[in-house]
Every structure is written in C-alpha cells, then in structure tokens.
C-alpha cells in the first residue's frame, strides 16, 4: 500500500512558478511510475506529467506543460516534485499525484492505482 500526500499548492500571479511535492508512505514508492494530473473547474482530469519507477530519468509530459514543468523525484526521500514555471491563467486546476504501474501508458489514470487527495494551483492573470 502506497499513500500518498501533495503540497505546495497555492496562488500565484501569471508567470510566477510553484513547486508542488508529492510525499508517499510505504517503500514501495521508488517502485512505481508515478504521474501529477490536474482537474480544472468544470473539465475532466487531465495527465501533466510523468517518471518512471526507481531511478530511472525518464520523464513525461502532456504538450501543454512542455517546456515549462519538471518532473524530479528523490527516492530517499520518498518524494516526487512537480517544478511549475512560468505559469498561465489556464493552469489552475487541483492537482493529483498518482502511483502506479504505467508503463504501458503514462497518461492513462486507470493505471495508477493509488492517489493523493490533490493540492489547489490558482494562477490569476
């Protein structure tokens, strides 16, 4: 069993940056891909970014987000980071880190099987 736990969210003004940390419990963690998908008011929940299990690097990212986050994470200390930079009005959205085994298809949520509860990001333009 994995739980996991996101902070960092908060307001910001457009072109500001937020890093966002998703804490896990269970040593399992490093084991797993893990994701960070948002969900706009009134939108379903979309993929924004991906890494793979244990230490490799390889990282992920929905089109909309390339370029401008970073995905990173620290086994040792059971974390995941998504590092937002130059934000915009259309990414505020609650944000969820997932784990899971998703090799197969890093955007697809019913790969993950477990989630945080999400962390609010208000960008104001």
Known sequence: ?????????????????????????????????????????????????????????????ADSVKGRFTISRDNAKNTVYLQMNSLKSEDTAVYYCASGFAEADYAAESLYAYWGQGTQVTVSS
């Open 1 to 61: 069993q994995v739980q996991l736990v996101e902070s960092g969210g908060g307001s910001v003004q457009a072109g500001g940056s937020l890093r966002l940390s998703c804490a896990a419990s269970g040593r399992q963690f490093s084991g797993y891909e893990t994701g960070w998908f948002r969900q706009a008011p009134g939108k379903e929940r979309e993929f924004v970014a991906a890494i793979r299990r244990w230490s490799l690097s390889s990282t992920y990212y």
